[in-house]
C-alpha cells in the first residue's frame, strides 16, 4: 500500500530539484537537468576492486595499491565526484538536516551498482522493481541486472552522533535507494546489523594508514545478522575507503561471506596514473 501510494504521489504531484529548486518535468533522477548537467560522474577507466578512478590509463585495472595489499571488501564505487552540486546536497543532508536531498542523492547510486554487476558478471543478479522502470532515468544503467545482496547496512554512527544528528544519513539513502527500486527490494535493509561502538577523532587530516589505526575496534558486527550473508554497504562519501575497510573487516570477523561497497561521492579526482 506505502508503495503504491509513493507511486500515485509521484505522478500526481510535481517534484522540484533539491538544490535548485526547479520543477521536474520527469522521473528518474531527482535533479533537474541544469544541476544534473553539472554533476561529474565517476567513470572508467578505474581500479576493478577499489573503484578509484585513472587520469591516464586506457582499460579498467587493479590499482597498485590493491594489488600491494588487497582490501576486505570485494569491490567499492562512487557514483560522482564530491564537489559542486554533489557537495552542496551532501552538507544540506548532513548539516543542515533537509531530508529532502536524500531521494535525490539515492537515485544516483544506479551506475555504481552496475559497475559492480559487471565486476561480479558470475554472480546472481535480480531483476529491478517495476517502479525503476516506470521512472527511467539515464543514471538507471542496467538495472536489469543489479547484482543481489542478502543484505543492506549502512555504515553506522557512534550512538552520541547519532543523538546529535537526529539521523544516519548512510541509513536514509539506503533505504531511499530501496524504496526507488535501485536497491533490491527483496534485500534486507538492516542498519541494526553492525554498529559503531568507540568514537574517533577527525579523519580529516589523517593518512589512509592513519585513519585504519583510528578506526581500530570502532565497528563490530552481529554473526546473527550477517553470517553466510552477502553484503552491500552503503554510505555517503569515501575518500580513503578506510572506514569502508573497517566496516567490511567487522562484517568479515562476523562471518559474512563477501561485502561490496556503494557511494554517493568520492573525494578527489582522478589519480595521474594507476597508483
Known sequence: MRALLDLVVDLCLPASCPTCGARLNEGGTRFCGR??????????????????PFASA????????CA????AFRGARASAHYEGTILESLHRLKFGGDAVQAPALASLLGPPL????DAHADGPRVACSPRARIFPSPLHVALEALPYYDRIVPVPLHPRRLRERGFNQAHLLA?????AGVLSPRARLD?????RVRETRSQTKLSRTERLENLRGAFTARPDRV????????????????????CTR?????GARSVDAVVVARVGGPTARPP
Open 114 to 117: 552496475a559497475a559492480l554487476a
Open 191 to 195: 542498519p541494526s546489523a553492525l554498529a
Open 68 to 71: 600491494r595489499k588487497p582490501p
Open 35 to 52: 544541476c544534473l548537467a553539472t554533476i561529474r560522474l565517476v567513470a572508467s577507466p578505474m581500479c576493478t576492486r577499489c573503484g578509484v
Open 227 to 246: 553470517r553466510g550473508c552477502t553484503v552491500l554497504l552503503v554510505d555517503d562519501v569515501m575518500t580513503t575507503g578506510a572506514t569502508l575497510e573497517a
Open 175 to 179: 533505504a531511499e535507494a530501496r524504496r
Open 58 to 65: 586506457i582499460e579498467d585495472h587493479l590499482c597498485g595499491h
Open 250 to 254: 567487522a562484517l568479515r570477523r562476523a
